[in-house]
Structure formats: structure tokens, C-alpha cells
């Protein structure tokens, strides 16, 4: 490890913190530890699995840099402040209460690229207090894109379901993806539903039945489902069902929701969140899934072989064209299907599989790296080596709830930058020191 003990580097970003919120923030560079469990891996063939990765890098062509600098920024989930603290942490804003939406772009932030890499929503402690920061952000005119994470998909399907004709493959949907949105839909009951949107629906008892799915769910599922599942993963999917009915049932009741309350929220989320001129219809519809820059893919969770074919065919706007296309059409398949993978995989055995051949085809597109959320860290970033491809992950659990409930104090504050130069910096109050990843110039994998 080395370890540098001179004046702060050019590669941290000037930090505009007047009141000392990011006093721990890292002021020095360390060359990343990529055989340290904290920011890689310290299995012994880890080291000749990264080699590899290099090598195979090399031998296609070398490393192709963005033009202009990159910040990754991920997993959000429904922070405003641990998000507004990150873009200071990265030099892209500084805060004056006195401006539109209480911060103003700095010079670094008008010219750099500034990924959302997924996961806006859910935890807490608000979904759209987190939302008009982002808003805010892209009101003041930088460079945005804004990749789909399995949290955000999660609200789309849940709500497209309850709005389709009950079926085998969708009447669980709401149940099945709806705990995790439940302080969602606690605030847009809140901001949105109105006494006649309760008076327009049916009694209690009803508005819970519409809510689970129908009696005899089970039977009608596990022969609906094969198609698109292993028996056994038929199975598990029934017993998680189960489980996650309880959950639902238990976490309204937490949140002061009734059933007729929860079905109102629900409701009005198209209108919010889907419709044309909805409030946030911005936020879904500035989504992509995939984004190329350089020898980098900037994806929410991973990829598989059949994305790599569709990546080689046509490009990262074929695949956001297909997630866009086929999310709306049937959320039973789509959530099981390869495009969902790319925000939900974790390269299980039950996920859609990158092998060699899926590798090989990255390489010959020159994509190098995949730039991550999905898998969240409490020491800063990790660089690993996935199924014979480099991965950066960049989820270094920003929101109160997850901290809270993972050992962590305070607010999360950290980035991953990307430089034309070929600098790599991972940023995270949660670690000493900014890491530092070159591949192409000092860095030894010795």
C-alpha cells in the first residue's frame, strides 16, 4: 500500500463545506488495495483473476477514458441529504440556502458527467424529498443521466399490476414488490390523496382483497409460472410470497396505512409517477438502464451473456430501447427476464449468467469495466473481478435507514470519479483515504 503524504492531490475535488458536515472526508490518495477485503478481495486468486482482467484490457485495444470527468453516484435510496452531501463531497455543488433548491453548481460541476447509478428510492427517510434534490440538480442544467435500479423498477411493476387485469403472474406483484415501498406510499398519501380519492373506494375488507392476491393464487401461479421459472424456483417464489404478505400486512400498520389508504396511495402513483404530467413523471422518464462511456459500462447491478449479444448488436441505446419498451408489457417476465437482471443480478446461480463468452464479447466491444451500485459497502468502493470481468462497486451506503441499521453513524457522504486522465478515486467518508486505481500507468498488480 502506498500511501500519499504530500499536499492534497488535483484528482480531490475542492470541497465547499463552510460548516464542517464532511470534516472526515478523505484528504489524501492511497493506492487501492484491490487484495484488502475492504476494497477488494483477499482470496488468493484474486490477484491472478485482476491480472487477467488487465491483460485481457491490454490485449483489446487498451483503455478508452470519458472526455470529459465522470461522477457515479448510487444507491440513494430516499436520502436527500446523503445525496446533496455526496455531490459537495465530489466537488460538483456548493450549498447556499439562498439559491434554488439550496445549492449552486460549481465549475467542476457544469462540466463533469454526473451518473445516478440507480436506486433513488425506498428506505428512507424520504423518497420525494430525495427526488426534488435530484430534480433540482437537473433544473440547474449539468450533464445527467440516470440509470434504473431494482428499487425504482420495484414501483413501477408494483403499480402497473395493480393497474392490469388480475392475473396469475401479476396479482401478487404489489404484495410481492410492495414492503420496501411503503414510506412512499405513506408520502404521496400524504401530499396526494384526498378525501374523495378515499370516498371513491369500496369498504376495508374489499381494498385489503384487492391488495393480496386472490384466493387459490398458489395453484393458479405454479402452473402459470414454469414458463419463466425452475419448479423450484416456483417454489421458492410461493414461500416467499407467504412471507412477504405478513411483512406487507406488518409494515402498513407500522406506517399508519389502512388498506383502503395503501390502495388510494397506490393508485395516485400513476398519476404521480406515469402519467403524462405527472409530478415525477421526469424521474421515470429521463431512466435508462445501460450508459457507455469509453472503456466503461455504467449498469445498476450487472450484466449476462444475452445483454452482452444485445450490447455487440446494437449498442447501449438498443438495450435502454428494449428495458423502455418491455417493462410496461408483462412485469411478471420482464422482473424475471434478462433486461430486469441488469438492476437486480448479484451473479447468484438463480441469475441470468455471464460466462467467458459474454466476457469475450465485452472485451471485443473494448468495455474494459463495469461501474456498479446494487451491492453496498461500509468501507468505501470495491474493485473485484466477477466472472472473469472488472467491476467497480460503487455503493458506499449513503441513506440513515441502511446505516443505521448496518452499524454506521451519521449520513453517508461519498463518489466514485472518473478522470480522462485514466484516474479512478473512490470517495467515502466510511474510509481514511480516497482510493486510487490507474490501471494503465502506476498501477502494479505485484
Not at 493506492?31 to 485481457?56: I, N, Y
Not at 466537488?91 to 433548491?101: K, M, N, S, V, W
Not at 460466462?355 to 456498479?372: E, F, K, N, S
Amino acid at each position: 500500500m502506498q500511501t500519499c503524504h504530500t499536499a492534497r492531490s488535483p484528482l480531490l475535488p475542492p470541497v465547499h463545506d463552510p460548516v464542517g458536515e464532511l470534516s472526515d472526508l478523505p484528504q489524501e490518495l492511497e493506492r487501492w488495495a484491490v487484495f484488502a477485503d475492504h476494497s477488494g478481495c483477499p482470496e488468493p486468486q484474486s490477484a491472478a483473476h485482476l491480472r487477467a482482467c488487465l491483460a485481457r484490457a491490454r490485449a483489446h485495444g487498451g483503455w478508452r477514458w470519458p472526455g470529459r470527468p465522470v461522477v457515479f453516484l448510487s444507491d440513494t435510496h430516499a436520502d436527500a441529504e446523503g445525496f446533496l452531501r455526496s455531490l459537495v463531497a465530489a466537488g460538483l455543488i456548493r450549498r447556499d440556502p439562498g439559491t434554488g433548491g439550496g445549492f449552486d453548481l460549481t465549475t467542476f460541476g457544469r462540466v463533469a458527467t454526473i451518473l445516478i447509478g440507480g436506486d433513488c428510492l425506498d428506505k428512507g427517510p424520504s423518497n420525494l424529498d430525495m427526488l426534488d434534490a435530484l430534480g433540482a440538480l437537473m433544473a440547474k442544467g449539468p450533464d445527467v443521466h440516470i440509470l434504473a435500479g431494482n428499487h425504482d423498477l420495484r414501483l413501477r411493476l408494483a403499480v402497473s399490476a395493480l393497474h392490469a387485469r388480475p392475473s396469475a403472474l401479476t396479482e401478487h406483484l404489489l404484495v410481492r414488490m410492495g414492503r420496501k415501498i411503503i414510506p412512499l406510499l405513506r408520502e404521496v398519501h400524504d401530499r396526494y390523496v384526498t378525501a374523495a380519492d378515499l370516498a371513491a373506494l369500496p369498504e376495508e375488507a374489499t381494498c385489503r382483497a384487492r391488495l393480496h392476491p386472490r384466493a387459490g393464487w398458489a395453484d393458479r401461479f405454479s402452473a402459470a409460472a414454469v414458463q419463466h421459472l425452475t419448479p423450484a424456483a416456483v417454489t421458492q417464489e410461493i414461500a416467499k410470497l407467504h412471507q412477504k404478505a405478513t411483512q406487507f400486512d406488518r409494515e402498513l400498520a407500522k406506517a399508519g396505512l389502512s388498506a383502503r389508504e395503501t390502495l388510494a396511495a397506490a393508485l395516485k402513483c400513476q398519476d404521480v409517477f406515469f402519467a403524462p404530467g405527472g409530478d415525477y413523471a421526469w424521474f421515470y422518464d429521463a431512466m435508462d438502464v445501460v450508459c457507455r462511456l469509453g472503456s466503461l459500462l455504467f449498469v445498476h447491478a450487472g450484466v449476462d451473456d444475452s445483454m452482452c449479444d444485445v450490447l455487440a448488436d446494437g449498442g447501449p441505446q438498443a438495450v435502454n430501447a428494449r428495458y423502455r419498451a418491455e417493462q410496461g408489457a408483462h412485469p411478471f417476465a420482464f422482473y424475471f427476464g434478462p433486461l430486469a437482471n441488469l438492476v437486480r443480478t448479484k451473479y447468484r446461480r438463480s441469475d441470468a449468467a455471464l460466462t467467458d463468452r459474454g466476457v469475450a464479447t465485452l472485451h471485443r466491444l473494448g468495455i474494459h469495466m463495469v461501474v456498479q451500485g446494487h451491492v453496498n459497502n461500509h468501507a468505501g468502493q470495491r474493485l473485484l473481478a466477477k466472472n472473469g470481468l472488472l467491476h467497480l462497486e460503487g455503493d458506499v451506503t449513503l441513506d440513515r435507514v441502511s446505516r443505521r441499521s448496518e452499524g454506521l453513524s451519521g449520513i453517508g457522504a461519498g463518489a466514485t470519479l472518473i478522470f480522462p486522465s485514466g484516474d479512478v478515486i473512490g470517495l467515502s467518508r466510511d474510509y481514511p483515504r480516497a482510493k486510487h486505481f490507474a490501471p494503465e500507468r502506476h498501477y502494479s498488480l505485484a
